[in-house]
C-alpha cells in the first residue's frame, strides 16, 4: 500500500520563527490534505491540496505530485501553532496518515 | 456551523461493559468513516459507511461494530471492549467516497478501558 513518510519527525521552535514540513508519499495519489492535531486532539483540516499551491494566512502549502512530495510552510509561528502535523494521501476508501510532525513554539 | 459532532468525549469503563460512541453530522455528507489514533501507529480506519445501510470494513476492525440506519448518524459499538481498544477515536465524514472529497473530523473520542 501507500506508504506516507514525514519528516522532521519533531521541531521546536522560538516564536516568530519560520518552518518548512515535508510529507513524502511512495504512490501517485490525486488527493492530499493537510491537518493540524491541537495539544487538545482535535483534528483541524488545513489544506486540501492534491497539487499546485495554497495559501492560508501565516501557512501556506505545497505539492508537487509528480515528485511525490508535499510541503507545509509555517510562517511567523505563534505559540498557538504547537501540536502534530499530519499529512494524509487518499488510497481507496480510507485516509491514510503520516506518523506526523511534532511542533513545539516557544514564546 | 457545518460539524461532525461525537459523544461521548471522554470515557472511562471496564473490560467486557458494551459500549457506544454517537457520531453525528450536519452536512448531508455520504460518506462516515471512524478511526483510531495510537502512539507510534497513527491513524487507522476501523470500518466506513458509503451510504444508509451501506457499511464495510477498514483495516482494523477487530472488536467493533457498526450501524448505518440514519444518513447523519454512524455509531461505533464495542460489544466487549478489552484494554488494546484504549485509544482516541475519530469520526470522519465526506461529502461522497470520491478521490477528490476533504474529509472533516469530528473532535475524537478518549477511551480507557480498564
Known amino acids: 500500500g501507500i506508504q506516507v513518510e514525514q519528516s522532521p519527525p519533531d521541531l521546536i521552535l522560538q516564536e516568530g520563527a519560520n518552518s518548512t514540513l515535508r510529507c513524502n508519499f511512495s504512490d501517485s495519489v490525486n488527493n492530499l490534505q493537510w491537518f493540524h492535531q491541537n495539544p487538545w486532539g482535535q483534528l483541524i483540516n488545513l489544506f486540501y491540496i492534491p497539487s499546485g499551491t495554497k495559501q492560508n494566512g501565516r501557512l501556506s502549502a505545497t505539492t508537487v505530485a509528480t515528485e511525490r512530495y508535499s510541503l507545509l510552510y509555517i510562517s511567523s509561528s505563534q505559540t498557538t501553532d504547537s501540536g502534530v502535523y499530519f499529512c494524509?494521501?487518499?488510497?481507496?476508501?480510507?485516509?491514510?496518515f503520516g506518523k506526523g510532525t511534532t511542533l513545539s513554539v516557544s514564546s | 456551523e457545518a460539524q461532525v459532532t461525537q459523544n461521548p468525549r471522554y470515557l472511562i469503563t471496564v473490560t467486557g461493559k458494551k459500549l457506544t460512541v454517537t457520531c453525528s453530522q450536519n452536512m448531508n455528507h455520504e460518506y462516515m468513516s471512524w478511526y483510531r489514533q495510537d502512539p507510534g501507529l497513527g491513524l487507522r480506519q476501523i470500518y466506513y459507511s458509503m451510504n444508509v445501510e451501506v457499511t464495510d470494513k477498514g483495516d482494523v476492525p477487530e472488536g467493533y461494530k457498526v450501524s448505518r440506519k440514519e444518513k447523519r448518524n454512524f455509531p461505533l459499538i464495542l460489544e466487549s471492549p478489552s484494554p488494546n481498544q484504549t485509544s482516541l477515536y475519530f469520526c470522519a465524514s465526506s461529502l461522497s467516497r470520491g478521490i477528490g472529497e476533504t474529509q472533516y473530523f469530528g473532535p475524537g473520542t478518549r477511551l480507557l478501558v480498564l
Open positions: 494524509a494521501v487518499k488510497a481507496g476508501t480510507a485516509l491514510i
